[in-house]
């Protein structure tokens, strides 16, 4: 910890200057480019390092679900308790804020998602759940630990912390809108714009990859139960055949990309479920499908909502079949697209520049996954990004969602300093656009 404080020291005394009008911090540009690289050597710090790794670790052993990270909230507040630093709980039931710096404006926030899936871990090793179907299968258990180590770093330095930094810890990403409910709860009151990560297991180390604009598509989910008359297979002119009503519901919703969207506007409609029957010769009387629709504006996503549930019921009434339709609007609310604001992607191309120079900065395609960090850019400008932590002694490296689902916990310092060096580098550039104020005249909030 001495040696953070020292190389920061040595910054302020050697790199910053007063403006003797203004009391305001004036830096260059080699400056502010110095400011990732320390913090980074500080993530690095073996202390440092195997402290978030022990952490990552401790929340993998105890995976929670959405709106049950009790457990893992409490570690959060642990750790939080020991740095010293100030939070909210409980937001949104198991949520988390953190708050480092003045308490007064500009506000700036940084996120990291809590829950773990539904899934039974595959992978053999010292520190497999321990929670029978349940697995941290998506890295939300990195996300917490790197954003604890951005913690650290800001907290060991909170001179250079020119307003205030809101660390935001939140439930039920994994389709439970924990983002909504945080921000119904008041998590970006004043705040003015926010930070957040996902963990890439098939980008190398000290890579990330983002872009401007829409980054992710939006989504919603959809589940109809098709009821008919059932009987004998054998004589089904007796029967109404549910499986055939949504057999030909299945194929109609597929033309709804296929025929009616613009070819230009990438949309998706999956049926990813299909229960009904139990015997070979026996028609049931109903039969429930469920999948998921995604698109890149809400307008779409709205077009989409509408013609599913059109065709469902037109369908279904044609095999002179009943229909209901659930989109769970409640339950698993709609996902808007995710937007990288522009002027925040300038800010995160230099600030990743300076940490992984411009080969580790990689322009990507969007993507048909969604992610609920798009409701916080709903409200205030917002960036994402992707941060490599391929292990590389694997041969092959499995996607998130996946039993098998792997990371290089290398990889925690880079995800930490760069959350760290996005919100110093955020507030001391908004302090530079402030005008400077002579005479008798005082600042006031």
Known sequence: MGVSKGVFSILYLNLFFFNPSSSSLILSSKELSEIPINFLKFAKKS?????????????????????????????????????????????AVTGVIGSIGSGKPPFVAIRADMDA????EKVEWDHKSKNPGKMHACGHDAHVAMLLGAAKILQENRELIKGTVLLVFQPAEEGGGGAKKMIDAGALENVEAIFGLHVASHVPLAEVETRSGPLLAGSGFFESVISGKG?????????????????????????????EADPLDSQVV?????QGGGAFNVIPDSVTIGG????FSKESLIQLKQRIEEVIMGQAAVQRCN??????SNEKPFFPPSVNDKDLHKLFQKVAGNMFGSDGVKEMQPLMGSEDFAFYQEVIPGYFFFLGMKDETMKQ??????????????????????????????????????????????DEL
């Open 47 to 91: 202390e440092v390092f195997d402290w978030m790794v022990g952490v990552r670790r401790r929340l993998h052993e105890n995976p929670e679900l959405g709106y049950e990270e009790f457990e893992t909230s409490k570690l959060i507040r642990e750790e939080l308790d020991k740095m010293g630093i100030s939070y909210k709980y409980p937001v």
């Open 270 to 274: 999956t049926v990813a479920k299909f």
């Open 117 to 120: 899936l539904p899934l039974q």
């Open 292 to 295: 998921t629709f995604r698109a």
């Open 397 to 442: 490296n499995p996607l998130p969602h996946s039993p098998y689902f792997q990371l290089s916990e290398d990889g925690l310092p880079y995800g930490a300093a760069m959350h760290a060096s996005l919100v110093v580098r955020y507030l001391l550039e908004q302090q530079m656009e402030i005008p400077v104020v002579t005479g008798d005249s005082h």
């Open 323 to 328: 229909a209901t339709v659930n989109f769970f």
């Open 231 to 259: 009987g004998h297979a054998a004589i089904p002119q007796h029967s109404i055949d549910p499986i055939l009503a949504a057999s030909n519901v299945i194929v109609s919703l597929q033309h709804l990309v296929s025929r």
